[in-house]
């Protein structure tokens, strides 16, 4: 799979720099959309942890929704909007997915709080809970497991990667009159670049 260009990569970095100098309350959030097998589209908020050349990296169990959803048909759509940037941005990427490797998901994994390490443990991500008691049990009992060692990562618990094959930089406008700009990437992993009517 080809990398990301250079030129897409600088204006996302500088961008996410923006928002941060702007004070955006959580500039990694993004919006998740992913579909069934056979097409049922669902989104939600997700943490970006890493991007770069290779695409961008969120973190989930694989038993969970997204998960499952992830892992039948490989496609995702993210999107970032930070309102306090100039006058609005957003970024829209789209592209296939696949897993991080172990290396990687145990490096993340061991940076993560010991509080969140725990809850990876003790959560059965998206099933039916029948009291908020019996999710603070199972922690509980995660707790005394662990209680002298490190918190190792949970076997179906690790990373996707979104590789794009599409991202726009989107800037808001006065009367809605925006600036649009699409990168694509062909079959043949060529990028292009165009502008897009608002």
Known sequence: MAN???????TFDALFAEAHA?????R?????ATATADGQPSARIVLLKEHGPRG????????????????ANPRAALLFHWPRVRDGVQVRIEGGVVLVDDVEA?????????????????????ETLPGR??????????EREFEDSDV?????WTGFRV?????????????RLHERYLHERDAAGNWSARMLYP
């Open 28 to 32: 990694t959030a993004m919006m998740l």
């Open 22 to 26: 702007a004070g955006e309350p959580d």
């Open 56 to 71: 961008f990296v969120f973190y989930t169990h694989l038993d969970g929704r997204k998960g499952r959803e992830l892992q």
């Open 133 to 142: 008691d019996t999710f603070e049990r199972r922690l509980a009992d995660v």
């Open 106 to 126: 145990d490096a993340y994994f061991a940076s993560r709080p010991r509080g969140s390490q725990l809850g990876a443990w003790a959560s059965r991500q998206s």
């Open 152 to 156: 190792p990562r949970p076997p179906r």
């Open 4 to 10: 990301l260009p250079n030129d897409i990569l600088i």
């Open 163 to 175: 590789m794009p094959h599409a991202v726009e930089f989107w800037y808001g406008a006065q009367y």
